[in-house]
């Protein structure tokens, strides 16, 4: 192994040709571990962003753990991975879902957003995405995937939510830097309610 | 006792029928374990203090999901979402006492996922235990909660047999108070069991909370007619109001008549590790007004009999206040 690996990388080299020599990566080892098991297929096919994508995920796998280190897609935050914060959100057909809390293998024939998959094939922004760069919605930045994803699943719902409708919408969602109100200051300039 | 971002190696099974689902959960007994949204299930999984062999995914059902209406009520399936129980028109038209509980569950996404049976079927909140201390629930032979140092300010007031671990759902208050029945199923076939029987304390099994044997799939919620557009109230008291679970809850369905409140059931949740009804405070109100004259004549009752621990006296008052609320309101 060089030392320019990062850690990212390593891991992913890791996952796909299950052995590495190093014991730091001991958990990810034991559970990329290729042993029959009885059930589901490994290989998939998962909708993702629109695309297709083909994955071979294990079948105790989470969607949070296939997002960012099988498909590269690391816009979906792992904060507490134990649906205690929110900063996995996607949707799932519309609907949000904790991702360090779904099982890949339960969304097979679903359609996945995730925080990369919201901008315009010309790579304007979703306008929410927009609404919290004006409203300087973020601090440091770390839940505001998650933040995004409940605020567009919200608004395909309800174009023109209350402040406490949103308030709600957004409440499976923790900032650690206690930035709430600006994030329902852009949820209400997304939905045309604030200039 | 590390905690681990991955689940160890398992193997998962996704049955579309629910025939198939009750042959794999009588094959793999105690080997295997059921998931509905997952999110009682994963935590336990990921901190290795359960080790299933086998998940059985009941997602795939669809006859598990949905409300339906019957002869005497309505059924709900077992595996419709919390969301879809706090929102469906039958239910909140009908058994708002049930939306009202199933919508102040845990968080948005959670309610997205997780399902009633899950939430009926989910183990203690008690943290020596989810951390995986070997105490009498775990099979051991000490409870970790009831020693002069410990942390108990969330646990039990009543009914503790060595252990003091409360019921954590917020949905089955409002279940014991609307009279539900529990349909149970497996492959030698199907039994009704009415809520307040469903629900187990640590007399009865000290390592499950319900009736449920292995093999055995929840498969449906009935709630009779009888309760249906009553007069209900639901409170739920909580350090915070999203991911936390009731420090004391109260669900509670009237009848009234002339002024009078002819029946009612009422029900504490976290006080004991089953739903508590309040038989005396239901006793003592019938045939009296919902008024505050009877709120003061049953104060303190609720809580009468109580044997808090180190840490949760404040529940006794919490009770009665909350009487006195439903009472009131
Ligand atoms: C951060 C956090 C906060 C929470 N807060 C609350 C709260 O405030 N109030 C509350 O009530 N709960 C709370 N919960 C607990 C719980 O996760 C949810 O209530 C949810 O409803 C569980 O449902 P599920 O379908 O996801 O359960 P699962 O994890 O799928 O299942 C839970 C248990 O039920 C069994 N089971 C599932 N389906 C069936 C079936 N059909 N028949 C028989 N057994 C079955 C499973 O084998 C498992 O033992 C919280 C959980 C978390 C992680
Ligand atoms: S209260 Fe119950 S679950 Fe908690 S430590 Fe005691 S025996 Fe274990
Ligand atoms: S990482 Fe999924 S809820 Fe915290
Ligand atoms: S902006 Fe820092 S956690 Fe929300």
Redesign the interface.
């Known amino acids: 192994m060089t030392p320019r690996l990062t850690r990212r990388r390593f891991i992913k080299s890791v996952i796909f040709s299950g052995a590495a020599l190093s014991s730091g990566a001991g ?2 080892l ?2 990329a ?1 290729t ?1 029959p ?4 297929e490994r290989l998939v096919s998962l909708s993702i962003n629109g695309r297709t994508r083909r994955v071979d995920v ?5 969607l949070a ?1 296939t997002l960012r280190y099988k498909l590269g897609l690391t816009g979906t935050k ?1 904060g507490c ?4 914060c ?1 900063s996995c ?1 996607v949707t799932i057909n519309d ?4 991702a ?4 890949t ?2 969304v097979k024939g679903k359609e996945v957003v995730t925080v990369e998959g919201l901008r315009a094939a010309d790579g304007t922004l979703h306008a929410v995405q927009q609404a919290f760069i004006d409203e300087l919605s973020p601090q440091c930045g770390f839940c505001t995937p998650g933040q995004i994803m ?1 605020a567009v699943a919200l608004l395909k719902t309800n174009p023109r939510p209350t402040r406490d409708e949103a308030r ?2 957004l ?2 969602n923790l900032c650690r830097c206690g930035a709430y109100d600006h994030y329902l200051n852009g949820v209400m300039r997304a939905s045309g309610q604030l200039s | 006792m590390p905690a ?11 049955p579309v029928q629910i025939d198939d689902a009750l042959a794999l959960a009588a094959r793999l007994a105690e080997r295997g374990w059921l ?1 509905g949204g ?2 009682d299930t ?2 336990w ?2 901190d290795r203090n359960k080790r299933p062999e ?2 059985i ?1 009941l ?1 795939g059902i669809e006859s598990l999901r949905g409300v339906r209406e019957t002869e005497n009520g309505i059924e709900i399936g077992a595996l419709t979402t919390l ?1 879809e129980v706090a929102t469906n028109p039958i239910i909140t038209q009908r058994y708002a006492l049930l939306s009202k509980a199933a919508s102040v569950v ?5 309610r ?2 997780g399902t009633l049976a899950g939430n009926l079927a989910q183990d203690v909140r008690c943290w020596y235990y989810r951390r995986g201390l070997d105490c009498y629930r775990a099979g051991g032979n000490l409870c970790y909660a009831d020693t002069p140092e410990a942390q108990n300010r969330e646990h039990a007031i009543f009914n503790a047999s060595r252990c003091v671990a409360v019921t954590p759902s917020d949905t089955a208050p409002a279940l014991v108070a609307l009279e539900a029945q529990m349909v149970i199923t497996s492959t030698s076939g199907q039994r009704v069991v009415a809520a307040e029987d469903f629900f187990v304390g640590p007399d009865v099994n000290i390592e499950s909370t319900t009736v449920l044997r292995d093999g055995e799939i929840l498969t449906a919620v009935r709630i009779p007619a009888k309760w249906a557009n009553a007069e209900f109230y639901y409170e739920k008291v909580a350090d915070r ?3 936390d679970f009731a420090l004391v809850s109260i669900a509670g369905a009237m009848r009234i008549e002339g002024g009078n409140i002819v029946e009612s059931s009422l029900v504490c949740g976290a006080v004991q590790c089953t739903p508590r009804r309040l038989t005396s405070v239901e006793r003592a109100i019938q045939g009296r007004p919902r008024n505050e004259a009877t709120a003061t004549m049953v104060a303190g009752m609720a809580s009468q009999g109580a044997r808090p621990l180190n840490q949760n006296a404040f529940k006794m008052p919490l009770m009665d206040n909350l009487v006195t609320k439903l009472l009131t309101a």
């Open positions: 958990f990810y034991a559970s571990q042993r098991s009885g059930g589901v294990m079948p105790q796998e989470t753990h792992i991975n134990r649906g205690e929110g959100t609907v949000t879902h904790y360090c809390s779904t099982l293998h339960s409940s709600q919408a409440s499976g | 681990f971002d991955n689940m160890p190696d398992m193997e998962l099974y996704q998931v997952g999110q994963y935590g999984i990921k086998a998940l995914d997602n969301t845990a968080s948005p996404q959670i997205n996922a109001n999203v991911w």
